[in-house]
């Protein structure tokens, strides 16, 4: 079978760009035949091997649609792979859809879907998805409010099919980690990963530090990212008030915040590193989290907002679930998984179990049974 993803690639830092190097990696286990092209975006790097290439070959801020089709020819399946500030809200994207080959099975992936109560250009963003959607063959979306949302949108449900995001299983060790991240040896670590940007709400997280820290005194809180290099001026006002508010709750000794950028290298070992992952974030998208499936990868336990993004969690626990803004709450499920044993095992059991079944592998074979569905 010969497999052509449009999509941005790697080096990019992109998370669409690190979703196709994984899945791609887990097709090619499960399928070791499968001829694979990636039509990258231009910034990837090219490469030709034995049943893989990569071709950067387009620019999302030109006409594209001729650059993305020319790639396609011989392709048994093309999968988009769609994010709304990739290919914007023009007529390209349908075109590219519309110009290929009647022969070639056309699949997509929603990777995030704006309600239109919630986006500033109000039903733009659901009648693009809408659009895209009725013209591929097949849509994959990760989270069920997705589905329901282009159910909504009359897109036939037999045609949309739920697949988790994947997950890398790793098993870095904590004291390995730790060394190599220069973190502390001893105490309990909370992690927060990724740019820091105001939606997060990483100074929820600190009144639950402060919280935590009247039980506990050798837990600290590690901020693990920086801004964008294009960063809002919200954002990095924001970046300002979490230093200001760090002094103002005297945690200068329990948190670690570098506002800095960790490499792809260092990525699995901050996980390795930390005893509990937290996602206070405050949002109304419908997208699933790649730094959620990192921390069950890495088998450690997951305190999340209830919001649409974390709705996976409850396959683990939903206890582990709060209410957005609720610092308090986070500080109880933290001091139960620190203080209760039964608790913090099941939570770890649960944790296995599902990033066994959301494996890339596992996910990649889902893709592979929609690829030659008839």
């Given at each position: 079978?010969?497999?052509?993803?449009?999509?941005?690639?790697?080096?990019?830092?992109?998370?669409?760009?690190?979703?196709?190097?994984?899945?791609?990696?887990?097709?090619?286990?499960?399928?070791p035949?499968?001829?694979?092209?990636?039509?990258?975006?231009?910034?990837?790097?090219?490469?030709?091997?034995e049943?893989?290439?990569?071709?950067?070959?387009?620019?999302?801020?030109?006409?594209?649609?001729?650059?993305?089709?020319?790639?396609?020819?011989?392709?048994?399946v093309?999968?988009?792979?769609?994010?709304?500030?990739?290919?914007?809200?023009?007529?390209?994207?349908?075109?590219?859809?519309?110009?290929?080959?009647?022969?070639?099975?056309?699949?997509?992936?929603?990777?995030?879907?704006?309600?239109?109560?919630?986006?500033?250009?109000?039903?733009?963003?659901?009648?693009?998805?809408?659009?895209?959607?009725?013209?591929?063959?097949?849509?994959?979306?990760?989270?069920?409010?997705?589905?329901?949302?282009?159910?909504?949108?009359?897109?036939?449900?037999?045609?949309?099919?739920?697949?988790?995001?994947?997950?890398?299983?790793?098993?870095?060790?904590?004291?390995?980690?730790?060394?190599?991240?220069?973190?502390?040896?001893?105490?309990?670590?909370?992690?927060?990963?990724?740019?820091?940007k105001?939606?997060?709400?990483?100074?929820?997280?600190?009144?639950?530090?402060?919280?935590?820290?009247?039980?506990?005194k050798?837990?600290?809180?590690?901020?693990?990212?920086?801004?964008?290099?294009?960063?809002?001026?919200?954002?990095?006002?924001?970046?300002?008030?979490?230093?200001?508010?760090?002094?103002?709750?005297?945690?200068?000794?329990?948190?670690?915040?570098?506002?800095?950028?960790?490499?792809?290298?260092?990525?699995?070992?901050?996980?390795?590193?930390?005893?509990?992952?937290?996602?206070?974030?405050?949002?109304?998208?419908?997208?699933?989290?790649?730094?959620?499936?990192?921390?069950?990868?890495?088998?450690?336990?997951?305190?999340?907002?209830?919001?649409?993004?974390?709705?996976?969690?409850?396959?683990?626990?939903?206890?582990?679930?709060?209410?957005?803004?609720?610092?308090s709450?986070?500080?109880?499920?933290?001091?139960?998984?620190?203080?209760?044993t039964?608790?913090?095992?099941?939570?770890?059991?649960?944790?296995?179990?599902?990033?066994?079944?959301?494996?890339?592998?596992?996910?990649?074979?889902?893709?592979?049974?929609?690829?030659?569905?008839?």
């Open positions: 079978m010969k497999i052509a993803y449009v999509s941005t690639y790697l080096p990019k830092q992109c998370g669409i760009a690190t979703y196709v190097d994984y899945l791609i990696r887990g097709i090619r286990r499960v399928d035949l499968s001829d694979i092209k990636v039509i990258a975006e231009k910034g990837a790097s090219p490469i030709k091997q049943k893989f290439e990569v071709n950067p070959c387009w620019d999302r801020n030109e006409d594209y649609v001729k650059p993305i089709i020319s790639y396609t020819k011989d392709a048994d093309v999968h988009i792979q769609h994010e709304y500030s990739i290919y914007k809200f023009d007529d390209r994207l349908p075109l590219v859809l519309q110009g290929l080959n009647a022969k070639i099975k056309k699949v997509i992936t929603i990777h995030c879907l704006r309600p239109a109560q919630f986006s500033e250009r109000k039903a733009v963003d659901e009648n693009f998805a809408k659009r895209i959607a009725e013209l591929a063959d097949e849509v994959i979306v990760h989270l069920k409010s997705q589905k329901a949302i282009l159910t909504r949108l009359k897109i036939p449900s037999e045609k949309i099919h739920i697949i988790p995001h994947g997950t890398k299983i790793s098993d870095e060790g904590k004291r390995i980690s730790r060394l190599r991240l220069r973190l502390p040896i001893d105490g309990k670590i909370i992690l927060m990963f990724g740019f820091v105001k939606h997060k709400c990483i100074h929820i997280a600190l009144d639950a530090l402060a919280e935590i820290l009247k039980k506990f050798d837990v600290y809180l590690f901020v693990a990212g920086g801004l964008t290099s294009t960063a809002s001026q919200e954002d990095r006002e924001y970046a300002k008030f979490l230093s200001k508010r760090i002094s103002e709750l005297e945690l200068q000794n329990n948190v670690i915040y570098p506002n800095s950028f960790f490499p792809n290298e260092d990525i699995l070992y901050l996980f390795g590193a930390s005893d509990v992952v937290l996602f206070p974030y405050y949002e109304e998208d419908r997208s699933a989290s790649g730094s959620f499936h990192l921390a069950i990868g890495a088998k450690k336990p997951v305190i999340a907002s209830r919001i649409p993004k974390f709705e996976e969690l409850r396959n683990i626990c939903d206890e582990l679930l709060v209410l957005p803004y609720n610092s709450g986070i500080a109880k499920i933290t001091i139960r998984l620190f203080e209760d039964e608790f913090w095992q099941y939570v770890i059991n649960r944790t296995e179990e599902y990033r066994k079944l959301t494996s890339w592998q596992a996910v990649a074979a889902q893709h592979l049974q929609i690829y030659k569905k008839r």
